[in-house]
């Protein structure tokens, strides 16, 4: 019979998917460690991975795993390599977290921009001048770099023109009609677009080539009032530069949802900054979401058994077919 590993909680409605198929057998581990999962895998016809670890050693220990399911669009914790080696697809739930994302993301600019957290605090220890300083800022006007015009990436320029919110973006694979199409200038050289910026959200998956997208340097170039935000992947921005880039005034303020070490450090200087808003890596973790992706990615895991798999979905589809 079938086995499925759930590595990571999902939302029931994912799991009663899998318990509605006969025929298959699943179990889920909450919180699993690597001795955990090495211990586990020999077993599993397929694997369901939230955001845990799935390295080539466990990969490689289960002798009859037909695919992967990401419970999510990122991929950077599981090993690619090990997967295109034994001919494994590798798929993820597509276009089901980009409204939440995006909603997360726009949620950070306003609150950013209208210093809403520094709002509340002042009032609730009677500091009621505060509002003499005119610390809030508006949207209306602004000018917004978007690093990355995916899904997610479209979705925030959407919201972001709304409030009447001028929308640049740069992303080498997506072609320059495809942004005009959207209100959206395209930016081919980002040492144009640093100076001249108010808000820079990062929508870019995390590889060698995007890491550290946002460094000292790029800091140095930005206007003082510049409001950075990342729901993307950790390690697109640098941290230590960032954390410095805060406290020296260099620019206004920061939104992070995601961060190298998740959780981070308690001694993370960025925890100890008021002018930085930060959130659990819970950007697309609505309860709406939370149900899409558990199904979809339980769909996958039973398309992949029964080879039917959506290409679209699958990162290395040069494998279809191997098996």
């Known amino acids: 019979m079938p086995h499925v590993l759930v590595l990571g909680r999902i939302h029931e409605k994912g799991l009663d998917l899998l318990r509605a198929r006969p025929g298959i057998e699943f179990e889920m581990l909450a919180n699993p460690t690597e001795p955990e999962i090495?211990?586990?895998t020999p077993a599993a016809d397929a694997i369901l991975v939230r955001t845990t670890k799935l390295s080539g050693a466990a990969i490689d220990a289960a002798p009859r795993l037909k695919v992967v399911s990401r419970h999510g669009v990122g991929y950077d914790n599981v090993d690619m390599a090990a997967l295109d080696r034994r001919g494994i697809p590798l798929v993820l739930v597509g276009n089901v977290n980009a409204l939440s994302v995006a909603e997360h993301t726009l949620f950070m600019m306003l609150a950013l921009a209208k210093a809403g957290a520094a709002h509340d605090r002042a009032?609730?220890?009677g500091n009621w001048k505060l509002r003499d300083d005119f610390g809030a800022t508006e949207l209306y006007g602004k000018t917004l770099l978007l690093l990355g015009f995916g899904r997610t990436g479209r979705e925030v320029a959407r919201r972001a023109q709304a409030f009447d919110v001028k929308v640049l973006a740069y992303d080498p694979y997506v072609r320059a009609e495809a942004m005009y199409?959207?209100?959206v200038q395209p930016v081919t050289k980002l040492t144009d677009a640093w100076p001249v910026v108010d808000f820079i959200s990062v929508?870019?998956?995390?590889s060698a080539e995007t890491k550290g997208i946002i460094g000292a340097l790029e800091l140095a170039?930005?206007?003082?009032?510049?409001?950075?935000?990342?729901?993307?992947?950790?390690?697109?921005?640098?941290?230590a530069a960032l954390a410095h880039a805060l406290q020296s005034g260099q620019i206004r303020a920061a939104g992070l949802d995601v961060f190298v070490d998740e959780p981070p450090s308690p001694d993370n200087p960025l925890l100890k900054l008021d002018n930085v808003l930060l959130?659990?890596?819970i950007a697309g973790l609505t309860e709406e979401c939370a149900i899409r992706m558990a199904e979809v990615s339980a769909c996958n895991v039973l398309a992949g058994l029964d080879g039917t798999l959506d290409a679209d979905l699958v990162v290395n589809k040069?494998?279809?077919?191997r098996r």
Not at 318 to 321: E, I, R
């Open 38 to 40: 090495l211990r586990k």
């Open 123 to 125: 009032l609730r220890s």
């Open 318 to 321: 040069q494998v279809l077919g």
């Open 181 to 183: 199409a959207a209100r």
């Open 221 to 239: 170039t930005m206007k003082k009032s510049a409001i950075v935000i990342s729901t993307a992947r950790g390690g697109l921005v640098d941290e």
């Open 279 to 281: 959130s659990p890596h």
């Open 203 to 206: 929508h870019l998956p995390l």
